[in-house]
């Protein structure tokens, strides 16, 4: 068993560093291994390295050239135009601004239960209310009781896909179908934080082809998953420019030059981006055997990470984890009353090595082996 342990790791190095790249390390050296916050194990695009490191002794120009040449590469490869693209440090702030511009008393954002809280949270702080609807039988999406749940004081749809923390994908036309039925006026918001790492990716399942189509509908997008940049800051929305003008109001900043300069070679290196996708697909396919071997229920992982029953307090495996230095997130309950999903926690899809590791101590800690 150890053996086979440490034989399958050595091969998954092989799997999570491609050709001529390690993986950099976080500034907190503490040797744990980070598999709580979705952060992408394989590294971003070498190619950025050399980009950000030719321009490292510029820093003392706004360079806002880089930002706008972003911009426009965004828009070309999306068939928009410039006006409909918005970049921001991550895609964070996307969503606050979304929040910050739409929220007030008497509206509400109608979204799942369970779903990634950042804008819905912010909504409800700056006085909106939250309508939230269950989720179907496989964690997914109920588009009908979505549409349900929408009344005359909604002003937002909000759906991240695929889903945090579920990671469970919409289906396209459904989605498509359900985005273009929300009444005109109604703002629908379509967080593709992970879609690059889904499976058939942005090509496939990505709405941004609706932009050109509703002007009520913003897709964000981040260089923090698929393209392994989280700690440079970078992330855009795209939607219509009156919109994007509602946003604009609440603008705090754009990413900063060095972010942008990456974020270009990010999205002109598809092979790398190719390859940070089916080291994924690698490591979460290991990932479902090793859960189906342990008898340990999962919903079906779309992104950068898998939802699963633990079947103890999330909370104490989260502890007993970190005692080991292993570092995953707890049950990520949201619009749902506290303790129904008490006994489910997220891991971050890490490398295979950092999987063994996790896996290792998942099965000592829940009596398994
Ligand atoms: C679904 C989703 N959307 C947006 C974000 C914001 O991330 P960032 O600001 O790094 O783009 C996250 C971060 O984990 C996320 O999970």
Redesign the pocket.
């Known amino acids: 068993m150890i053996l086979s342990r440490s034989l399958t790791a050595a091969l998954a190095l092989a799997i999570a560093a491609p050709a001529g790249l390690i993986a950099g390390k976080p500034t907190i050296n503490d040797g744990a291994t980070r598999i709580s916050?979705?952060e992408n194990a394989f590294g971003f695009t070498p190619k950025a390295l050399e980009r950000m490191k030719e321009a490292l002794d510029a820093g003392n120009y706004y360079n806002r050239n880089d930002v706008d040449d972003l911009m426009k590469l965004i828009a070309s490869k999306e068939g928009l135009e410039k006006k409909n693209v918005l970049t921001t440090p991550?895609?964070?702030p996307v969503?606050l601004m979304t929040a910050w511009s739409y929220a007030k008393a008497g509206t509400n954002v109608v979204t799942t239960q369970m779903g990634?809280s950042?804008l819905v949270n912010e909504f409800v702080e700056h006085g909106g209310d939250a309508k939230y609807v269950p989720l179907n039988d496989k964690m997914g999406y109920d588009f009908k009781a979505l549409g349900k749940a929408i009344d005359d004081k909604t002003s937002i749809v909000y759906i991240?896909n695929p889903n945090?923390p579920t990671g469970v994908l919409a289906d396209p036309k459904e989605l498509a179908d359900f985005v273009l039925s929300v009444p005109d006026k109604i703002l629908v918001f379509v967080?593709e934080?992970?879609l690059e790492l889904s499976d058939g990716g942005l090509a496939k399942n990505s709405m941004s082809k609706l932009v050109k189509l509703r002007k009520n509908l913003i897709i964000?997008r981040?260089f923090?998953k698929g393209h392994g940049m989280?700690g440079l800051r970078c992330?855009y929305g795209l939607s219509s420019p009156e919109v994007l003008a509602n946003l604009q109001k609440f603008y705090a900043g754009t990413p900063s030059y060095l972010a942008a300069i990456a974020a270009q070679e990010a999205l002109k290196d598809e092979a790398f981006l190719a390859s940070n996708v089916k080291n994924y697909a690698t490591v979460r396919n290991y990932a479902k055997k090793e859960f189906d071997r342990l008898g340990i229920k999962y919903a079906e992982p779309n992104g950068a990470f898998v939802y699963f029953h633990a079947g103890i307090k999330s909370k104490e495996l989260v502890d007993k984890l970190k005692a080991k230095k292993i570092l995953i997130s707890g049950s990520r309950e949201s619009g749902v009353p506290e303790g129904t999903f008490g006994d489910w926690a997220r891991v971050s899809i890490g490398n295979q090595a950092e999987m063994e590791v996790f896996f290792g101590e998942l099965e000592k800690i829940l009596g398994k082996s």
């Open positions: 916050s979705n991550g895609s964070g969503l990634y950042q991240c945090n967080d934080a992970y964000s981040t923090s989280a992330g």
